[in-house]
């Protein structure tokens, strides 16, 4: 993603995903809550597109799906704990993730 695209994120989008450089771009411009939620919703795009099978098989049920998703959320979370006081303050504290 080029440094034009980078700034452009918030003009189609609030949030995305570059796997390539394997970070979550996030507009700042929205409430805190709302980042918050941008948040988790990019994390699952970045689980869901991780599990290959999961995005290339449209006959999964919803528990194959969650099977799938579990894992890969455990793995961000487990490996990124200060997630938590991030998503906390936005939530509670009204304090912008970016």
């Known amino acids: 993603m080029t440094e ?3 700034a452009g994120v918030h003009k189609e989008h609030w949030g ?3 796997e390539g450089q394997q970070e979550i771009l996030l507009d ?3 409430p805190a ?3 918050a939620r ?3 919703h990019e994390i699952i795009h970045g689980c869901y597109n991780a599990t290959g099978d999961l995005a290339n098989n449209a006959k999964l049920g ?3 799906v969650c099977g799938y998703l579990d894992k890969q959320l ?3 979370l487990l490996g990124n704990r200060w997630l938590f006081d991030v998503l906390e303050k936005a939530i ?3 304090v912008r993730i970016v």
């Open 4 to 6: 034009v695209e980078r």
């Open 16 to 18: 995305f995903n570059d």
């Open 28 to 30: 700042p411009t929205p």
């Open 33 to 35: 809550r709302t980042q």
């Open 38 to 40: 941008l948040l988790i």
């Open 62 to 64: 919803e528990e194959d």
């Open 74 to 76: 455990t793995a961000v």
């Open 92 to 94: 509670h504290e009204d």
